[in-house]
């Protein structure tokens, strides 16, 4: 399963064109509506089957090991600029900084897709998001890179599963480098684990083939670890085999 | 906001007129009660606007690390030095060392100003502190330099803010060198953080613009912060945001 | 007591006439039930007087030291190879992956002893195994080596103690490399401690005066924490000499 | 005030001539009745004005460190050695191991001064200990270096200060080096503070003198705490300090 961002450098057609395989669009909502429409449309019309919103990425943070290091993005293709006849093409990279429970609506609205809140840490924020349709909850805090401090996600699972996580679907991501770290992610209550970065490390050293071995990997090492734990199946992997910390 | 000390090298009336903005007077209390009441009439007449008596400093600490360096403190002037007929110059350097509730209400009655008592670290103090008719509890562990292995008062915070910040104006301060630390402590239950080696780094760095840079900075970080993590508003910073550590 | 593993490089039958001391049977449970038979068998023929079944090591686990480095195992023996006529003996290396509950009673009912199950961490599998027959429950996360980031078996002690310590005979192995470890296992509610490492580093370093070497020490240091903590006997070892971390 | 152990370079009576301080008995019971009540009577009959019995140390422990150095203690003179007529003196260094409360009963019974135990780190043996008439309770891990891994003397006080603080006298040793160590033992609960190395660096560094030293940089830094602290007197220094470790 892909989940292609709105801020990509091919447009989400061309990715979507790539595989046959699962795909979700994650957007990062631009301030101008008639553009959010013509993403939100265009990613129904390609076949992605629900929407990712990410509401913890509504501006820029401050990275500075980027800035210190002196890169800068590679730009290698035109992403998904505006299309809509009317929409000023210089406007499509602002983003909405005042999103709200509407702005979610409005996803489902034009697209009749699932809709999945990305960036939550908190129970509250879960419950809410349930109250208002969505039909899961990512909890991340977009890769440790956002804000300093943030908790880890995977310590802010636990609470939210217990809000919301019988009937809501619950991803997690940041840090699953292993197949150690999806069980963990599974036994304290996920339903599925995102990867970000060893996927990139994948592709810049091997490609396809690369990212490919990344994957395999991992689903090798959550099968050793289903084995040695003494877990069945994947409904096998509960609480049970998290440990407290205490004497 | 500006808070001058009654230790500084500039006489407090000089302070005054250097700027507009809003100050307090913060008074390391002398022994002589004639010069305490001269110290409070003169910042009452020089439009300071609240008095910040500090609790725990009326003695040196042993700073080991100057007395290494050999480090003395440049004189640059002649500060708040006594002006009273009758008081001993050579006694304005003694501070009390025995200050009680009644000390901290003879700020109030000279000045009829707004009372903050500084260097709280326990509730008991802090509410001690609210029934004597103080206006504000100011946090703090002096920078971590006078008493080895206190508190953080940060950590000191969460309880007072239980047992006064209802009512109550709460400062924190120490360690606050990111917008982050601003966000944690309001989110921790402070009204106000105050910062102090910042400031002077600035100072020694780029001099009143070098000053105004690490402000302007404090903010863009504590707004980036607040957009990030979703906190419309000043008030929207709750304890919500902290996530106790636990598995 | 010496425990010997069904994957040794001697026999379990040469094995057992090298010692007269008392000695259990460790089997890594086979895929061929008539070579698990022959195996149990041959053990209650040979004088072995408990027979241990390992539940956590059904599969290999990634040792990643090992691979980088290039070590293969020493083959010094035949082992406890195939002996039953019709036993496919290339079949011998595989072990049983879908481990059940009936697999363990099968121990007990071909050989009569009593059966110890190893390799469990948590308070429910130790409920289950108690109530399926064991006479006993061997805490133990392998040596650490076989899934990272496993609980230490003496942090996985205390729950397991409380679930059925009292009428179990409990054992734990890991870490221990000192008298004071075992004494700590022991305050914690083990009845019994397993050293592995220490007596092959004794091994290697002095061969069987080493081992007795590392045994005598072990010993000699648990009398000395004993005598210096004022516990008279190993019963007088319980839960008042842990000291749990908190201010 | 001088703690002399019965283990001393100089005879009891020889240490006791040299200061007109208060001081106590410390004794290291030995195996004969006959010669622990020689040591007693003229520890009584010299002007000491307590017994402390040592119950954490009745055998070596193995100080690696020592050994790995090849130190060995320097003997200066005759110590404490037999007088009683018919006491074998070869066997005055015999330790008696099995230490009861009769052994301690026996030390008020020959002196009529109070009897303090010495070495304990769990409320149930203080709760004995005072059960059994002892006067006072020395909370102590022998410097940390008995038994590794002990819990540190003061991490053990708060529960025994507890079960037994409000009528029976608690000393805690163990890493007293600053003024702060010690108000931090007293907030914690204890009565007095007992220290061993500083005074054996001051000795080494300045003789007489240094020692004076140590024990006058001691009191600055705990009267400087004081003052800083606000705890007007030693009674004032209470609980209230204690900041436990919580987010």
């Given at each position: 399963?892909?989940?292609?961002?709105?801020?990509?450098?091919?447009?989400?057609?061309?990715?979507?064109?790539?595989?046959?395989?699962?795909?979700?669009?994650?957007?990062?909502?631009?301030?101008?509506?008639?553009?959010?429409?013509?993403?939100?449309?265009?990613?129904?019309?390609?076949?992605?089957?629900?929407?990712?919103?990410?509401?913890?990425?509504?501006?820029?943070?401050?990275?500075?090991?980027?800035?210190?290091?002196?890169?800068?993005?590679?730009?290698?293709?035109?992403?998904?600029?505006?299309?809509?006849?009317?929409?000023?093409?210089?406007?499509?990279?602002?983003?909405?900084?005042?999103?709200?429970?509407?702005?979610?609506?409005?996803?489902?609205?034009?697209?009749?897709?699932?809709?999945?809140?990305?960036?939550?840490?908190?129970?509250?924020?879960?419950?809410?998001?349930?109250?208002?349709?969505?039909?899961?909850?990512?909890?991340?805090?977009?890769?440790?890179?956002?804000?300093?401090?943030?908790?880890?996600?995977?310590?802010?699972?636990?609470p939210i599963v217990q809000a919301v996580g019988e009937k809501t679907l619950i991803?997690?991501?940041?840090?699953?480098?292993?197949?150690?770290?999806?069980?963990?992610?599974?036994?304290?209550?996920?339903?599925?684990?995102?990867?970000?970065?060893?996927v990139l490390y994948g592709m810049a050293l091997g490609g396809a083939q690369g990212?490919?071995?990344?994957?395999?990997?991992?689903?090798?090492?959550?099968?050793?670890?289903?084995?040695?734990?003494?877990?069945?199946?994947?409904?096998?992997?509960?609480?049970?085999?998290?440990?407290?910390?205490?004497?």
């Amino acid at each position: 399963m892909f989940v292609a961002s709105s801020v990509s450098h091919l447009s989400m057609e061309e990715i979507a064109s790539a595989s046959s395989g699962p795909k979700w669009f994650q957007i990062y909502y631009p301030a101008n509506r008639d553009y959010a429409r013509e993403l939100l449309q265009r990613a129904k019309a390609s076949g992605y089957t629900a929407i990712v919103v990410t509401v913890d990425g509504t501006t820029f943070s401050n990275r500075e090991r980027i800035t210190r290091l002196g890169i800068s993005s590679p730009n290698l293709g035109a992403g998904n600029g505006v299309r809509t006849p009317g929409v000023d093409a210089r406007t499509s990279g602002e983003l909405k900084v005042d999103l709200n429970w509407d702005d979610v609506a409005f996803c489902e609205k034009v697209t009749g897709l699932p809709v999945i809140i990305k960036g939550i840490l908190t129970a509250a924020m879960a419950v809410e998001a349930v109250k208002c349709g969505c039909a899961g909850v990512w909890v991340s805090n977009h890769g440790g890179r956002a804000i300093d401090n943030t908790a880890a996600a995977v310590s802010a699972l636990p609470p939210i599963v217990q809000a919301v996580g019988e009937k809501t679907l619950i991803i997690v991501d940041g840090g699953v480098r292993r197949g150690q770290d999806v069980f963990r992610a599974l036994a304290l209550g996920a339903d599925v684990t995102a990867v970000g970065r060893p996927v990139l490390y994948g592709m810049a050293l091997g490609g396809a083939q690369g990212v490919q071995s990344v994957y395999a990997r991992l689903k090798a090492e959550l099968q050793m670890v289903m084995q040695l734990a003494g877990a069945a199946n994947i409904e096998a992997i509960t609480r049970d085999f998290i440990q407290e910390l205490k004497a």
